[in-house]
């Protein structure tokens, strides 16, 4: 894996697997794992979320709620003023 690409990794905030066929996340992830463990370089993605195509449902609700929670916030804030 180039340095360039490992220092980009090193600044994501979460990991997507995709997939080319229909294997579903838990195979996705054991190949994952299986080709970061053939690696001589160590990826340094330890406690990174890593989702698959099949977390993108909660992935939305929970960005959703982040961003109710924050025009709430920010409601408040206004009043407050």
Request: contains cysteine; aromatic residues 4%.
């Amino acid at each position: 894996m180039k340095t360039s690409a490992r220092r980009t990794l090193a600044k994501a905030d979460a990991l997507y697997l995709s997939t080319i066929d229909d294997c579903g996340a838990a195979t996705v992830r054991e190949q994952f794992n299986e080709w970061r463990a053939s690696l001589t370089v160590e990826l340094g993605i330890d406690g990174l979320p890593v989702i698959t195509g099949e977390d993108i449902p909660w992935l939305v609700e929970h960005v959703r709620g982040s961003h109710d929670n924050l025009r709430a916030t920010s409601a408040s804030l206004a009043s407050l003023r």
